[in-house]
C-alpha cells in the first residue's frame, strides 16, 4: 500500500470540496470509502438504509462508525421497496425452480435508487459506496469496470445500473486490495477495522435461504429425482432446497457423485454425472447494453454467469425477446434465475437474466 492515500486517476473529474453522499453499511468497505473520499478533499455525507429487520445490526454499526469519523449520517427506511423488489421475488423464484440473484435485483431497483433520492434531497451530486468496482468514461458513456483486487471484484453485482446513476458514481474502494482497506481502517483507528465480510444474502443472515423461505409461507414445487439415466430415483424436499450445479445435500445414495443438472418446471430435478452438467449457452431475458446501443448477432463478448465465474468468450447469436448467447467452450451449470453480464475487456458492457440453458 503507498503510504499517500489515493482513490485512483478517475478522481480528476471532480473538485475537491465538492459535498459527496456515501452508501453506509456498516463494514470495513464502506467505511474507508467515507476515509478515503475526505482524505482526498470531499465534503462527505453518509447515508444507511434498513432494508429489512435482519439489518439493524448493520445500521446500529453504521451509526458507530459514522460518529468515530465525524460525518452526517442520514437513515432511510427502504423495507416497503426492498420487500417488493427483492425478498418477494426471490422466494417466488426459488419456489419455481429457479436462482435468482438478489444483490443485481437490488442494486438498481432499490439500494442505488434510494441513494440517489436521498442525494437530490439533500442538493448533493455525487454519490459513493464501498464496492469493490470502478466506474469508467468512453466516448460519452459510463461503464461498470472491473476493480484492481481481481479476488474481490463485484463488477457482476452492479450490470443494471443505470446511465444516470453511473454519471454521478464514484467507487473508491476499486482501486485497492481488501488488505490495503483494512489497513486503511487500522490506520484510522476505526473498531470496523477487523469487522468480518458482510454475508452473500444480507436479509438472512444465517444463510439457510430454504428455512426462511418455509417461514414466510411459500410453497416449493415438488417432484422426483431424475437419474443419469433417466430412472426415478425418488422424492425430493422441493425445488426451494436446490440449485443448478449442486452436489451436497442431496440424500441420495449412487455409484457416483450426482450433481443438478436442470430444475424442470413441472418440479423434477435432473441429475447428472461429474462433466454432464456444462452447457453449450444460454437464453436470457431483459437483456440490455448498460449504454443503450443494440445488441445484435455476431457481437463477441467474455460473459459470466455467476458472480464469482470467470469471464468465458461467447458470441451473441440473437438478440431482441430472445437473446441467445452460445459459449466458446461449455459451461458449467449456468442456473435460470442468474444474471449472465457481458464484459469486454474490463468493461461491463451489458447483462440480462438468464431464462433457459442449452
Do not use: W
Not at 429487520?53 to 462508525?65: G, S
Amino acid at each position: 500500500m503507498a503510504d499517500e492515500i489515493c482513490g485512483g486517476d478517475g478522481f480528476g473529474t471532480f473538485e475537491h470540496q465538492d459535498p459527496i453522499l456515501v452508501a453506509m453499511s456498516g463494514g470495513v468497505d464502506s467505511a474507508v470509502c467515507v476515509q478515503v473520499l475526505r482524505d482526498q478533499g470531499f465534503d462527505v455525507h453518509a447515508v444507511v438504509f434498513r432494508f429489512s429487520p435482519a439489518h439493524e445490526a448493520a445500521v446500529r454499526a453504521a451509526q458507530a462508525t459514522a460518529a468515530q469519523l465525524h460525518v452526517p449520517l442520514e437513515m432511510e427506511d427502504c423495507a416497503e421497496a426492498f420487500e417488493q423488489e427483492v425478498i418477494a421475488p426471490f422466494c417466488a423464484e426459488y419456489c419455481a425452480g429457479r436462482t435468482p440473484s438478489p444483490c443485481t435485483m437490488c442494486n438498481p431497483r432499490v439500494k442505488f435508487a434510494a441513494l440517489a433520492r436521498v442525494a437530490d434531497r439533500l442538493g448533493i451530486r455525487l454519490i459513493a459506496t464501498g464496492h469493490y468496482a470502478r466506474v469508467e468514461e468512453e466516448d460519452g458513456f459510463y461503464y461498470i469496470h472491473t476493480a484492481l483486487s481481481a479476488a474481490r471484484d463485484q463488477s457482476y453485482m452492479l450490470y443494471g445500473l443505470p446511465q444516470e446513476i453511473l454519471a454521478r458514481l464514484c467507487l473508491p474502494i476499486g482501486e485497492f486490495e481488501k488488505d490495503d482497506v483494512r489497513a486503511i481502517a487500522a490506520q484510522a483507528g476505526l473498531d470496523c477495522a477487523d469487522a468480518p465480510d458482510s454475508q452473500e444474502i444480507c436479509f438472512i443472515p444465517d444463510g439457510g435461504y430454504a428455512a426462511y423461505i418455509a417461514a414466510r409461507g411459500a410453497l416449493p414445487r415438488e417432484g422426483r429425482f431424475i437419474g443419469p439415466d433417466g430412472e426415478d430415483l425418488g422424492s425430493h424436499k422441493g425445488v426451494s432446497h436446490y440449485t443448478v450445479g449442486q452436489r451436497k445435500g442431496l440424500g441420495i445414495a449412487y455409484g457416483d457423485p450426482l450433481y443438478v443438472r436442470r430444475i424442470r418446471e413441472d418440479g423434477n430435478i435432473e441429475l447428472a454425472r461429474g462433466g454432464d452438467e456444462f452447457f453449450a449457452g444460454v437464453v436470457l431475458k431483459d437483456a440490455a447494453r448498460a449504454d443503450g446501443k443494440p445488441l445484435c448477432p455476431g457481437q463477441r463478448y467474455g460473459v459470466k454467469v455467476r458472480s464469482r465465474a470467470l469471464a468465458a468468450p461467447c458470441t451473441l447469436e440473437q438478440a431482441g425477446a430472445r437473446t441467445v448467447l452460445r459459449f466458446d467452450e461449455p459451461q458449467r451449470a449456468p442456473a435460470p434465475g442468474q444474471a449472465a453480464v457481458l464484459y469486454e475487456g474490463g468493461f461491463v458492457r451489458g447483462g440480462g437474466v438468464i431464462e433457459e440453458v442449452f
